[in-house]
T-cell receptor, first 114, second 113 residues
Framework: NAGVMQNPRHLVRRRGQEARLRCSPM?????VYWYRQLPEEGLKFMVY????????ESGMPKERFSAEFPKEGPSILRIQQVVRGDSAAYFC????????????FGDGTRLSIL | DQQVKQNSPSLSVQEGRISILNCDYT??????FLWYKKYPAEGPTFLIS?????DKNEDGRFTVFLNKSAKHLSLHIVPSQPGDSAVYFC????????????FGKGTKLTVNP
């Protein structure tokens, strides 16, 4: 499967715990985007990363959220001390380079906070 | 502030007829527009796109029209098939931006056999 791979598909956490969401881009893609979808809403941009660099994090909440895309391995979206309002579907997309469109999406991680 | 608006949450169409999904935007800096289709529990799948230098793009049963002066685009599906039933998202990218996409809230299309 050469598509964008996200894991886990479902993640359940209790309030105050940490959530780690992983994204492996398509083969040959070095640009990764994270989006969040709340119920009955569209996807909202969170962060755009290139290998080892954060290009645009204008959609990231200022606290508790961080993202990385190391030289080796998947991109990680990390949410510390989760709260109920973090419950959402988190989607990752990738592209070959900055000008490459369209972005190709994974099937998402559905995060539920108890 | 909703920069990309899909004002119809749902649309129901008979199989074989035309489906028209609408999208309005407010930011005149948007230069590239995309339509994605999404099934439940899956990620969005790219359907068709259009650059702001064009007013029409066609791919098989799918055609996207862009009216820059009205800041409006539409997706036409003809003929509609039951397998087209899904949520359709309009998305836009800003010229000179970081390539992030701005999405509408989606329109749920139901094609009845």
């Amino acid at each position: 499967n050469a598509g964008v791979m996200q894991n886990p598909r479902h993640l359940v956490r209790r309030r105050g715990q940490e959530a780690r969401l992983r994204c492996s881009p398509m083969k040959g893609h070095s640009h990764v985007y994270w989006y969040r979808q709340l119920p009955e809403e569209g996807l909202k941009f969170m962060v755009y990363l290139q290998k080892e660099n954060i290009i645009d994090e204008s959609g990231m909440p200022k606290e508790r959220f961080s993202a990385e895309f190391p030289k080796e391995g998947p991109s990680i979206l990390r949410i510390q001390q989760v709260v109920r309002g973090d419950s959402a579907a988190y989607f990752c997309a990738s592209s070959r380079d900055r000008a490459d469109q369209p972005q190709h999406f994974g099937d998402g991680t559905r995060l539920s906070i108890l | 502030d909703q920069q990309v608006k899909q004002n119809s949450p749902s649309l129901s169409v008979q199989e074989g007829r035309i489906s028209i999904l609408n999208c309005d935007y407010t930011n005149s800096m948007f230069d590239y527009f995309l339509w994605y289709k999404k099934y439940p529990a899956e990620g969005p799948t790219f359907l068709i796109s259009i650059s702001s230098i064009k007013d029409k793009n066609e791919d098989g049963r799918f055609t996207v029209f862009l009216n820059k002066s009205a800041k409006h685009l539409s997706l036409h599906i003809v003929p509609s098939q039951p397998g087209d039933s899904a949520v359709y998202f309009c998305a836009a990218r800003r010229e000179g931006g970081s390539e992030k996409l701005v999405f509408g809230k989606g329109t749920k299309l139901t094609v009845n056999p």
